[in-house]
């Protein structure tokens, strides 16, 4: 990871003999930046989704720290989504870091994608890191919808051609 002017460091899973206590850890990160207080995108509030909950935990935590790997809708620890936890708050509050604003980073790459029933998402991308989060909007706030690692560079650069074609003028 290289270092940057606004990135927090990783959350490691230091303990392979207790997932329970590294995952509370993680819920408390995530109940801080997003229950307890609520980061603002644009000025606009980031709300998660909290329901179904599973084990007590809002859906909204599963989306970013776990992946359906079988594709049959179980979701299993990511260690990468995991590590990464503080980045989501931060993704959402640096969205507008650049190369201008930055000499450590080439910045966040941002655009919007038309999705389901005419809603919009919104795409946070630091390529160097190989990290997005995504946010869809409402009328009144943003959702956070998921946010993840990209373990492979065919995938990164499925989402780069994304960036080029929808990129915010």
Request: net charge negative; hydrophobic share 30%; with cysteine.
């Amino acid at each position: 990871m290289s270092e940057k002017c606004w990135l927090p460091g990783l959350e490691l899973y230091e303990d392979y003999n207790d997932w329970s206590a590294y995952e509370e850890t993680l819920y408390r990160i995530f109940k801080a930046d997003f229950l307890d207080s609520h980061p603002l995108f644009h000025d606009v509030r980031v709300a998660v989704r909290h329901y179904p909950k599973d084990y007590g935990k809002e859906e909204a935590f599963f989306h970013t720290t776990c992946k359906d790997y079988k594709g049959d809708g179980t979701r299993d620890p990511d260690f990468r989504r995991c590590e990464r936890i503080r980045w989501i708050r931060a993704f959402i509050e640096n969205y507008d870091c650049d190369a201008t604003k930055c000499d450590t980073c080439e910045g966040v790459k941002v655009w919007k994608e038309p999705y389901n029933k005419g809603r919009v998402r919104v795409h946070l991308l630091l390529e160097e890191e190989k990290y997005m989060v995504v946010l869809e909007k409402r009328d009144t706030y943003y959702l956070l919808i998921t946010s993840f690692y990209f373990d492979y560079e065919h995938s990164l650069e499925k989402q780069l051609k994304h960036y080029e074609k929808y990129k915010e003028k």
